[in-house]
């Protein structure tokens, strides 16, 4: 994907990627769960709690040059039941071998808004997020 001034960017959002995949951050908390993600094993329910953990900030340029912030909370980045039920499987994960550097945040920010991708009036596309309401 390239960006409008002819440059390629750093960064897609990918419906289809699972996985919040970061270019350079939280590295050394990446590699703590490598061990676990390599045997297909997640971690315990009882041993995460997400209360614990941050919200992650994304900001992203807007079409009118502004800057919009997406918030990924952790319930969305921990996904509870993944492969196995019992366990937690984390959702950020560092660069892949043999990729372009490149950051692709990826359904874990989706999770709880509605997406539209718009190709309309840009060949580069324009993504369009809302958040869900919950009904009462």
């Known amino acids: 994907m390239g960006s409008a001034d002819g440059n390629a960017s750093n960064a897609i959002i990918d419906s289809r990627c ?3 995949l970061l270019d350079t951050c939280f590295t050394a908390l990446i590699d703590s769960f490598r061990k676990a993600m390599a045997d297909q094993q997640g971690l315990p329910n009882s041993v ?3 209360r614990r953990w941050p919200d992650l900030h ?3 340029e807007s079409p009118d040059g502004s800057e919009t912030r997406l918030t990924c909370n952790a319930a969305h980045y921990w996904q ?3 492969l196995r039920a019992g366990q937690s499987w984390f959702l950020l994960t560092s660069q892949l071998p ?3 550097r490149q950051s692709i945040p990826g359904l874990p920010l989706m999770s709880g808004r509605y997406c539209i991708f718009d190709r309309r009036g ?3 596309g324009v ?3 809302a958040e ?3 009904e009462s």
């Open 80 to 82: 509870r039941h993944a």
């Open 18 to 20: 699972s996985f919040i």
């Open 48 to 50: 995460i709690d997400i």
């Open 122 to 124: 840009d060949a580069l």
């Open 58 to 60: 994304f900001y992203l």
């Open 127 to 129: 993504v369009r997020m």
């Open 132 to 134: 869900a309401s919950e």
């Open 98 to 100: 043999d990729w372009p």
